[in-house]
């Protein structure tokens, strides 16, 4: 198997691989958090209520979409400069024939650059009184986050966490541009998800993933906020600096889950 000329002749539809690794994980974040916004009513799968989230964030929709929006705009930016820069260098054009093996590297190497960026980039925020309180602040203002709310940062987070972590994950992984757009349309929707605020029965990111939902929901309460800062796919380094909280995933009585920090609970 392998991502060749056989599968994008001269990228999609014509469309350059550097053009659909812009766009692409754009396009994927609304449409999944699209998703999620139907599947929203389902209260028995909550991990609050919908009146918390309407009653307890402290900024509008509108607001979280302008935010999004914004930084999008500044990650296509900063994508369309970076293909620009790094070239084609017979990795990305037709001639490109990436093994299974050679990708799974590429995402391997990729996964664990972003998280090792974003884990000391994201606590280093929280530790700082300044940088918290005028930048990173904002993105906790979704005390109760959902899908459309993941990349909801402060203009200058998104650049420092999101923009350069994968600008830094794509040159230390080596993955061309058509590669790119399977990483980072994967790591949107994992961001998304993270965020769904959801924890439905059969999800993949739940059953693979310690990384998921209910772990990032534990890091936007009040009691979270110096733990769980991982993200987005592994916990390896919560664990390994002992800013992981175990929690248990509860069932609310009046319906969907909770979870609760238990410095007791063995995660398993």
Same mark, same amino acid.
Request: with cysteine; proline share 5%; aromatic share 16%.
């Given at each position: 198997?392998?991502? !060749?000329? !056989?599968?994008?002749?001269?990228?999609? &539809?014509?469309v350059s691989d550097e053009l659909l690794?812009?766009?692409?994980?754009? @396009? @994927? *974040? %609304? @449409? *999944?958090?699209?998703? &999620?916004?139907?599947l929203g009513g389902m209260e028995n799968y909550r991990l609050h209520t919908k009146k918390d989230e309407d009653e307890k964030n402290l900024v509008t929709k509108k607001e979280v979409v302008k935010g999004v929006l914004l930084q999008q705009a500044v990650q296509a930016v900063v994508a369309? /400069?970076?293909f620009a820069v790094t070239g084609n260098d017979?990795?990305?054009?037709?001639?490109?024939?990436?093994g299974v093996l050679v990708l799974a590297r590429q995402f391997f190497v990729a996964m664990v650059v972003l998280d090792t960026w974003q884990y000391f980039m994201h606590r280093y925020m929280h530790q700082n009184k300044f940088l918290y309180k005028h930048i990173h602040s904002? =993105?906790?203002?979704? /005390? @109760?986050? &959902?899908?459309?709310?993941a990349l909801y940062n402060h203009p200058l987070e998104g650049l420092i966490l999101d923009t350069i972590g994968g600008a830094l994950a794509f040159l230390f992984s080596g993955?061309?541009?058509?590669?790119?757009?399977?990483?980072?349309?994967f790591a949107t929707i994992k961001t998304v998800d993270d =965020?769904?605020?959801? %924890?439905?029965?059969?999800n993949l990111f739940h059953i693979v993933f310690k990384n998921n939902s209910a772990y990032h929901d534990v890091h936007h309460q009040l009691y979270g906020s110096k733990y769980n800062f991982s993200q987005p796919f592994f916990v390896t380094w919560d664990r390994i600096l002992g800013t992981y909280m175990p929690y248990a995933l509860v069932k609310r009585p009046e319906g969907g889950y909770e979870a609760k920090p238990d410095n007791d609970c063995k995660d398993d």
């Open positions: 198997m392998s991502i !060749d000329n !056989d599968d994008f002749s001269g990228g999609l &539809y014509g690794g812009t766009i692409s994980p754009i @396009v @994927v *974040y %609304w @449409v *999944y958090s699209g998703l &999620y916004c139907m369309t /400069v970076l017979g990795e990305s054009g037709g001639n490109q024939q990436a904002q =993105h906790h203002r979704l /005390v @109760v986050p &959902y899908a459309f709310g993955m061309s541009p058509r590669a790119s757009i399977f990483f980072f349309s =965020h769904c605020g959801l %924890w439905l029965p059969g």
